[in-house]
């Protein structure tokens, strides 16, 4: 299949700083492709060079052809914390930008897409966040693009907002339209993305379809147990299984499903009362944690503490 | 969609934009009419007098109109520049096929027609208050589009070159307030001393055009042309300086 987007050992510098460090990834017609990192990490640069938009080192194309000479027809952006002109209502912003094209798709059906039919005429300045933000996706998506670019297009959006944002953008990517979108929202990625780019200091430190990084970095499923628990808790437990503690939560590694009988038995033998139990299979936010060591766990535990409890060597 | 449909699109959001902005909106008009208060009506010419103000009332027809050609676009297209960067406006439109000079024209369109208005208001009342004897030439119509254009390319450079929207008023007052004292507009070159180079000014080829056309008397030509040439300059370097992301 040919790609619509090639970056190939792409490098940006600012100053001292660098913001990409020859990163290289590519992506196919109706491919959805998500880059999740720390801020920071490069996400919003490589946004910038791969839409031309930024000078960049290294060979990036669309289409076959470098950015800035690509018909521009066939891109749609929304850029990272995109504010446009604050009067103008949805529907006249959404006109305006259509005003640009040669071709695009019909102002009302755009907006009826994003959810937004019913506050057109509301000025940009009084729509909620959410409300803003997918004003803005509308813009994106007013040329009809081919290719399709989203810095953090849910960013403030409520879940009923996203949700349906993420049912149009795999229509989109039904329809053909590739698209490249920058989340913080791993969930967003999992659901979304055929394959997603992890970023961490400029560089590209995985890149494939979210189950096969959950099955190579996510590492095991946690059994967690909320009591009052301590480190010597572990050696009363007879289980074979890996143990961490921390502020009071005993979380065991390795248990599949059928086995937490056998858990709820031993803690039982062990005299060990718990508040409640959850069992929570690895996803893209372990892989996420694993490989940018930003070291804030789902339920903000310092990652670093996870690591060095009397369980083992994880 | 033609160039023409890129800049209808654009100069009609530049001027809703403008127009729902009432405070802009309302000193854009206010500002002409206490310029003329303060110096037409309070201070007053006296020809034959000693002073500043020492011609007859037509004489400072070009001070007047230099009031809104210099500062409207000095200041709103330095602020509209800056006002698109923080919003990242500049890297969605570069993915538009709407480009830089295409964009910068029709922000000179819109302050065009805004500063035309202010500028038909501005004589309307020197006319009415001073009595100023003003010959009412089509001749005037390409100095105001020329100046326009010549400031609007410097507010874009400003803009583009300034770091936040408080640094380009701050630079388009500093920029503006000696040009408009020292570009033959209130202030006679008589006045200055004789090694004064106002010539160096592009404003003074405004004042000197628009002089000659408003009181039917002097060259017109020169000043058109030279007031043509630092238009294209201006425009050119300001619609390239204007940025992308960063």
Redesign the interface.
């Given at each position: 299949m040919t790609d619509v987007l090639v970056a190939e050992d792409v490098r940006r510098s600012y100053g001292d700083t660098v913001a990409l460090d020859g990163v290289s990834l590519s992506a196919t017609a109706g491919e959805v492709l998500a880059l999740v990192g720390p801020n920071g990490a490069g996400k919003t640069t490589l946004v910038r060079a791969l839409t031309g938009t930024t000078d960049a080192d290294g060979r990036v194309e669309l289409f076959g052809e470098a950015p800035t000479a690509v018909d521009r027809d066939r891109i749609g952006l929304l850029p990272q914390s995109f504010t446009p002109h604050e009067r103008l209502s949805a529907r006249e912003l959404v006109a305006y930008y259509a005003g640009l094209y040669d071709e695009t798709r019909d102002v009302d059906a755009v907006l009826a897409d994003v959810g937004l039919s019913d506050t057109a005429d509301t000025h940009y300045e009084n729509l909620s966040g959410g409300q803003q933000r997918r004003t803005c996706v509308a813009t994106a998506l007013i040329n009809d693009p081919d290719l399709l670019v989203l810095d953090e297009p849910t960013t403030g959006i409520d879940p009923a907002g996203r949700q349906a944002l993420w049912e149009l953008l795999e229509g989109l990517a039904d329809q053909g339209v590739t698209i490249l979108v920058t989340t913080h929202y791993m969930e967003e990625a999992q659901r979304l993305a055929d394959r997603v780019g992890l970023l961490a200091d400029g560089r590209l430190v995985a890149l494939d379809a979210p189950e096969s990084l959950v099955a190579d970095h996510g590492g095991a499923s946690q059994l967690r147990i909320d009591g009052e628990f301590d480190e010597t808790t572990v050696g009363d437990i007879d289980y074979p299984a890996e143990m961490t503690v921390r502020n009071g939560r005993l979380v065991i590694y390795g248990v599949r499903p059928e086995s937490i009988g056998g858990v709820v038995d031993e803690l039982d033998a062990a005299g060990l009362s718990y508040d409640s139990l959850t069992w929570k299979q690895p996803d893209l936010e372990d892989v996420y944690l694993a490989l940018t060591g930003t070291g804030v766990g789902r339920a903000g535990e310092p990652k670093a503490a996870v690591t060095a409890t009397a369980g083992g060597s994880r | 969609?033609s160039r023409l449909?890129?800049l209808?699109?654009?100069s009609?959001?530049a001027s809703?934009?403008f127009l729902?902005?009432r405070t802009a909106v309302f000193f854009t008009f206010f500002f002409p009419l206490i310029i003329v208060v303060i110096f037409g009506v309070l201070v007053q010419t006296r020809p034959g007098g000693g002073g500043l103000f020492t011609r007859e009332p037509a004489y400072y027809v070009p001070g007047y109109l230099a009031v809104v050609v210099l500062f409207t676009p000095l200041s709103r297209v330095g602020s509209e520049v800056a006002r698109h960067r923080?919003?990242?406006?500049f890297?969605?439109?570069?993915?538009?096929?709407?480009t830089r000079p295409e964009w910068l024209l029709a922000q000179t369109l819109v302050n065009t027609v805004i500063i035309g208005l202010a500028g038909l208001i501005l004589l309307g009342l020197m006319v009415v208050l001073t009595g100023a004897d003003i010959v009412f030439s089509p001749l005037l119509v390409p100095f105001v589009v020329l100046g326009v254009a010549l400031f609007c390319g410097v507010g874009a450079m400003l803009g583009s070159l300034a770091s936040s929207q408080d640094g380009v008023i701050s630079a388009s007052n500093g920029i503006a307030l000696p040009l408009l004292f020292l570009s033959e507009t209130f202030v006679p070159p008589e006045l200055l001393p004789a090694w004064f180079p106002t010539w160096l000014s592009p404003l003074t080829y405004f004042s000197r055009g628009v002089r000659a056309v408003s009181t039917s008397g002097g060259e017109v030509l020169v000043p058109l042309a030279v007031l043509s040439v630092c238009a294209v300059v201006s425009f050119a370097v300001g619609a390239t300086l204007l940025p992308?992301?960063?």
């Open positions: - | 969609m449909g890129r209808q699109s654009e009609r959001a809703r934009a729902r902005r923080d919003g990242n406006r890297e969605k439109l570069a993915t538009t096929p709407l992308r992301t960063d």
